[in-house]
């Protein structure tokens, strides 16, 4: 087995414990400010539709760099839902608009800098010291944290009800945007 893989297990013995918030939950509301600084709130967004809700490690991470650019492909298909697709990640609203920039998403990316929704959502756990050793997280979150959120996809309704969740510790799986449009049309 390789290095790499030894480490990708560490990690994901890490985060095996975080679960998220469940299929039927009430998703908790929140305001965090975008790539540009301007606030965005989950309520105001539930306003003309659906959301999708994408945690992300950071800009920093190729793995979410792929998933959100697989989402920016499908963006038309959610938007003829009326669903509005927001990123979030611990990192600084720069950061955001980095990522933004890099992967010319039309969609918003968001910076909670300080964990709240992260740890609202039961997303946050620490790395361990293994992953410390590699990547120094206090220089790339927000806030200087070291703790992380397991990537994870809601996908909310009009009331905030979760109607899918996908909360993986093996950061290298994500609901494809395929899952997300059968949720939306069954939905319908």
């Not at 039927?24 to 539709?49: R, T, V």
């Not at 499908?74 to 839902?81: A, R, S, T, V």
């Not at 944290?145 to 290298?172: G, M, Q, R």
Request: with cysteine.
């Amino acid at each position: 087995m390789s290095e790499l893989q030894d480490f990708q297990k560490l990690v994901i013995a890490n985060a095996i414990h975080i679960k998220g918030l469940k299929v039927g939950d009430k998703a908790p509301d929140f305001i965090l400010p975008n790539a540009l600084g301007y606030s965005i709130s989950l309520s105001e967004s539930l306003k003309s539709g659906p959301v999708i809700l994408k945690f992300y490690r950071g800009e920093w991470c190729p793995i979410c760099n792929l998933d959100l650019r697989e989402i920016q492909q499908y963006i038309n298909q959610f938007k003829e839902l009326n669903t509005e697709v927001l990123a979030i990640s611990p990192q600084k609203p720069d950061d955001a608009l980095s990522i933004t920039q890099k992967n010319e998403l039309k969609f918003e990316v968001l910076s909670d800098s300080n964990q709240e929704v992260i740890k609202a959502y039961n997303l946050q756990f620490d790395p361990g010291d293994d992953y410390h050793q590699r990547r120094d997280l206090s220089v790339l979150n927000g806030d200087g944290s070291v703790t992380l959120p397991v990537p994870a996809t809601f996908v909310i309704d009009t009331d905030f009800t979760i109607l899918a969740a996908h909360v993986e510790a093996n950061y290298t799986e994500r609901m494809s945007p395929l899952e997300i449009l059968k949720v939306l049309k069954n939905r319908a």
